[in-house]
């Protein structure tokens, strides 16, 4: 880039202007160009090693993932539980970049048997989280309804106007990590049976921002 000055006057009263010569033009452009293959490369290299830890062979087997739901609403939300997963099943053919056809048993004839790569895992983690599918009706969609097996503690949220019942819930096939407040007056009606059992513990009450025992 340069300043020739010297020239004949504009209309304005200009008499130089400031070049951009082509040399450090195309310099700078090659420069961009090649910072933008680089992220590109990268950014393709990541993809293609993610891409190769979740692709499967015939006759791998793997399992599939189903998301649990309870029917209780927590303040007009729906509770959240963490993903469970059924199987093994054997990959029976690669349907497309993306999907894969397993094959199921009988307890699934409902479910198509064609899945996203995504609902697939070659899974090394907890077992635990592996549930047995003839414990559980699982629906179309890939969902199963969870059941509270027992209420752990209960707590009292004053609020400015009222005070509101509160249940902590342990779920059927998950642990104490993930057992959840639930309205005690929506769990009575819909899971009576849980506080009839014995199994209705502790009492907690919860006032100016901290938890008091009686």
């Known amino acids: 880039m340069d300043f020739v000055s010297g020239l004949p006057l504009t209309p304005t009263k200009k008499d130089s202007v400031w070049v951009v010569l ?23 290299s990541y993809a293609d090693l993610k891409r190769k830890e979740i692709e499967f062979d015939v006759w791998d087997m793997v399992f599939l ?15 959240k539980l963490s993903p469970r997963f059924i199987g093994p099943y054997r990959v029976l053919k690669r349907v497309g970049p993306v999907a894969y056809q397993l094959e199921l048993p009988s307890e699934l004839d409902r ?15 907890d077992p635990s989280h592996v549930v047995p599918v003839e414990q559980i009706e699982v629906k179309t969609d890939l969902t199963f309804e969870e059941e509270p097996v027992q ?29 959840t407040w639930e309205l005690e007056e929506t769990m009575r009606q819909q899971y009576p049976q849980l506080f009839r059992s014995g199994k209705f513990r502790g009492r907690n009450f919860f006032k100016g921002g901290r938890v008091v025992k009686p």
């Open 22 to 44: 082509v040399a450090d033009t195309e310099s700078k452009v090659k420069l961009i160009r090649d910072r933008l293959k680089e992220a590109s490369d990268r950014q393709k």
């Open 65 to 79: 993932k189903v998301s649990p739901w309870k029917k209780i609403l927590r303040f007009g939300k729906k509770g």
């Open 111 to 125: 479910i198509h048997d064609v899945f996203h790569v995504s609902m697939l895992r070659r899974y090394r983690l």
């Open 151 to 179: 209420i752990l503690d209960r707590e009292v949220k004053i609020l400015r106007r009222k005070s509101v019942p509160l249940v902590k819930v342990l779920w059927r096939n998950h642990g104490r990590e993930e057992a």
